[in-house]
């Protein structure tokens, strides 16, 4: 079937939004991990019978599904080839808000922040703190079974996800929640596909009781395959609620359409504490003795990152205000508490009764000094990526988990892995879990890296299966780990997943290949031995720092904080319009797909691609604010510059190019420009000839320009004072149109 059928038929029966040109699928192609895949097309859906209508064109046409958040998984899940249905510009309200009981019901696209500032005036929060919680969604976070920092307290989100909406793969759409064995001995008893899947789950859940027991790793951090482990009676203890197996399965079971989660009360004091250690060695045999006092998170940061932390302008201060000398390995000792004094009452604790770990120096941290190890602690993996233009922090051995009081041990043989194959690798993360993030530095470009990396990731399993693991504690299995799934958890259980999958989707629709019947890890790369620059440009920048615009553009790792709504700058057009395409994710994406030749080179000058960059505003958010350090304002300089070589340059660009000269002469003819700016109809004459909207008040010209006051004014400033001189750089429009903004800026020096 061709694209178009596909457009056409999505398009008949789906209210929202869809997409299937190029441009808009090679948006949706990678997530934030190491793959690519083409999806079939995208879908903005506006509510649940959209939702229906692209399952049913699914199923007519027997093209896979694949539900979307933010896009912001690391593991590969969130990217196929597919119907992508994204979630996140219509299916993200807040449905339903009970303060007095603690639950809320929220559609999937909700996002984390959004959903806490609006529970904050009822002092309440969904618990599961996850990092890029400003663009990561519910609808994900349930996907991933996501947790953060704090999960000794919070755990994960299968717990606090009560009751879920969810559309079967065969359209029907079904509630899961608690069961009493009254209502559990009702649902299996359903002649529907309802029915076989509670039936499904139910027996192999007992039926496997011995094997989940043996099998799924004894950890609160383990997020792989589907949670056979939470119906086992004896396990959990949590009653019967199909909602989780949903929770943890990666789109692959069903579309959640709401959820009904639990919210808890914020903490109200937090206290850090700092431990230092002039080995990791030394930090790592420190976790078990921390967790003793009950902290809320210990995290850690090895050497290789303070290192680079204490070498950069920008986080070096951070680190030194709470830090002395230079150790190699810091643990930052988190605790709640319901006043200040209890916070600190924990903090003390690790201290007192058996003085400091040995080889740490335990500095105790005030709350101003808070914001600085938040800023050490954001520092770390933007610090990485600039490590070097072809090493790349690579995710695919990210986020194993062992016990804790194994932790040392393992990382120790972990580390020796990676040595051996001549590979750096960096760690930090949640020690208080046994969770490190760990990233080898590869080129995965090189086909040797590649393998590097394949042989890193078969040995890691090996170990971590022999240290009583999980593979993933908490991104998922995806592409990377679903491959490994069979010997984590054995034969028996990989079948029961196996069997679990058909029977919610027997005609394998819903975001196949990943938990169960993976490719390899290493296909499907987004950088491969294959990956080349089939569309060498002469550029008008030189692009020095990042080897080349393909370099430029090569930096965005899919992270997505540009598609957060709120905070900061970046990124101003995805904040208002909520596309991706209009993100610098987006854009980025868009160049780096025709760059590299999967695109056809047309696209670069095209009318997608000017749509896709046109709204970006060159406003430079993203060059301060994005931690790869994509700067969008110089590679939209460059891509306007091939535009206009292949269409023209159009009168308004002429225009706005000569800005500075025509405002010169403009204002000097003041009283005749602003008579003729405010005739009748030279708004409409704007609006046609250049674009500028005709409800936009035009700007009115100075009869002085600035420079002309700065002159006539001098005499009246005070002398320098033997303060050092500031310099102004007026932009074009100070002098003309702006002059109070000249003036004002000259007299806050002043002051
Ligand atoms: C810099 C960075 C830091 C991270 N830190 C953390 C962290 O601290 N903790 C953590 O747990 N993870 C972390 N992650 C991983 C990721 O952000 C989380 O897993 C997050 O919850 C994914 O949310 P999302 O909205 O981006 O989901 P997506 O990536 O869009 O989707 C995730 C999965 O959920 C499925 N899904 C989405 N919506 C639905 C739906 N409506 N119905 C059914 N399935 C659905 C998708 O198919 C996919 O398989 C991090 C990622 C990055 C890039
Ligand atoms: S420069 Fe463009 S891409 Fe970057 S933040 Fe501004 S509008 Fe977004």
Redesign the pocket.
């Known amino acids: 079937m061709s694209t178009n059928d596909l457009l056409a038929e999505l398009a008949a029966g789906v209210r929202g939004d869809v997409q299937a040109d190029p441009v808009s699928r090679a948006l949706y192609a990678t997530?934030?991990s190491i793959y690519q895949i083409m999806p079939a097309a995208v879908v903005l859906s506006l509510d649940e019978a959209d939702v229906a209508a692209a399952l049913r064109v699914a199923r007519r046409r027997q093209v896979p599904i694949?539900?979307?958040?933010?896009?912001?998984?690391?593991a590969g899940?969130?990217v196929g080839q597919a119907i992508h249905?994204d979630?996140?510009k219509y299916?993200c309200r807040l449905l339903e808000l009970n303060a007095a009981e603690g639950w809320a019901w929220v559609e999937?696209?909700m996002?984390?922040d959004r959903l806490n500032g609006l529970l904050a005036a009822h002092g309440l929060m969904f618990a599961?703190?996850?990092?890029?919680s400003n663009?990561?969604?519910?609808?994900?976070?349930?996907?991933?079974?996501?947790?953060?920092?704090y999960s000794l307290v919070y755990g994960?989100?299968i717990d606090h996800v009560l009751e879920l909406r969810?559309m079967l793969s065969d359209g029907s759409v079904v509630h899961m929640g608690p069961l009493s064995e009254e209502e559990l001995r009702a649902k299996l008893t359903l002649d529907s596909l309802e029915g076989r899947v509670y039936r499904t789950v139910h027996r192999l859940a007992h039926e496997h009781a011995d094997e989940i027991a043996r099998r799924f790793p004894r950890l609160l951090r383990r997020?792989g395959g589907y949670n056979l482990d939470a119906f086992v009676p004896a396990d959990g203890g949590r009653g019967f609620n199909l909602a989780n197996i949903?929770v943890g399965?990666?789109?692959?079971l069903?579309?959640?359409?709401a959820a009904k989660l639990r919210l808890v009360p914020r903490p109200r004091h937090t206290a850090i504490g700092i431990l230092a250690f002039e080995t990791l060695d030394d930090a790592l045999d420190a976790v078990v003795p921390c967790l003793e006092c009950r902290p809320a998170a210990v995290e850690l940061m090895d050497d290789l990152l303070l290192d680079l932390t204490r070498k950069s302008r920008q986080y070096a201060q951070y680190l030194a205000s709470f830090v002395r000398g230079e150790p190699a390995a810091l643990l930052q000792v988190e605790f709640f508490g319901e006043s200040e004094a209890e916070g600190l009452a924990g903090r003390d604790g690790w201290e007192r009764p058996r003085g400091p770990p040995a080889g740490s120096f335990p500095r105790a941290v005030t709350p101003a000094e808070k914001q600085a190890v938040l800023q050490v602690r954001k520092a770390g993996?933007p610090l990485l990526q600039s490590l070097s233009p072809d090493l790349r922090p690579e995710t695919f051995v990210e986020?194993s988990a062992v016990p804790p009081e194994r932790l040392g041990d393992y990382i120790r043989r972990f580390r020796a892995i990676c040595h051996e194959h001549g590979v750096r690798v960096a760690f930090y993360g949640h020690a208080s879990v046994g969770l490190m993030h760990a990233r080898p530095l590869l080129n995965l470009k090189d086909a040797a890296d590649v393998r590097t990396m394949r042989r890193i990731a078969e040995e890691i399993k090996d170990l971590v299966i022999a240290f009583g693991g999980a593979l993933s504690g908490?991104?998922?299995d995806?592409l990377l780990r679903s491959e490994f799934c069979r010997e984590l958890f054995g034969e028996a259980l990989y079948e029961a997943f196996r069997e679990i999958k058909r029977s919610f989707d027997p005609r394998g629709l819903l975001?196949p290949g990943?938990i169960v019947d993976a490719p390899p890890m290493d296909a499907n790369l987004r950088y491969g031995p294959g990956y080349r620059v089939a569309l060498p440009l002469e550029t008008h920048f030189r692009f020095r720092d990042t080897g080349g615009m393909a370099g430029a553009v090569e930096l965005c790792?899919?992270?997505?904080?540009c598609r957060k709504t709120a905070g900061g700058t970046m990124c101003p057009s995805y904040m208002v319009t909520r596309d991706e395409e209009h993100s610098t994710r987006g854009r980025a994406n868009a160049l780096r797909m025709v760059l590299s030749g999967a695109l056809p080179a047309a696209e670069l000058t095209g009318e997608r691609m000017r749509e896709v960059m046109d709204l970006c505003l060159e406003c430079k958010g993203c060059t301060g604010e994005c931690?790869s350090r994509v700067n969008m304002t110089r590679l939209k300089s460059e891509w306007l510059a091939h535009y206009h070589a292949a269409h023209g340059v159009p009168l308004r660009a002429r225009l706005f190019g000569n800005i500075h000269t025509l405002s010169r002469v403009a204002s000097a003819a003041a009283p005749l420009a602003n008579a003729l700016l405010g005739m009748p109809g030279a708004g409409l004459l704007g609006e046609r000839l250049l674009g500028i909207s005709r409800h936009r008040r035009l700007p009115r010209f100075a009869r002085e320009p600035f420079h002309a006051w700065f002159e006539r004014t001098r005499a009246e400033r005070p002398a320098g004072l033997g303060r050092p001189p500031v310099v102004l750089f007026p932009d074009p429009f100070t002098p003309y149109t702006d002059p109070e903004a000249g003036a004002a800026a000259v007299r806050v020096p002043a002051t």
């Open positions: 997530d934030a694949l539900p979307r958040g933010g896009g912001t998984s690391l899940q969130a249905l979630f996140t299916m999937p696209g996002v984390l599961p703190d996850i990092s890029p663009r990561a969604t519910i609808g994900g976070m349930i996907g991933n079974n996501s947790s953060g920092m994960k989100t969810v997020v949903i399965s990666e789109g692959t069903g579309v959640i359409l993996l986020d908490e991104h998922g995806g975001n990943k790792n899919g992270n997505a904080l931690p």
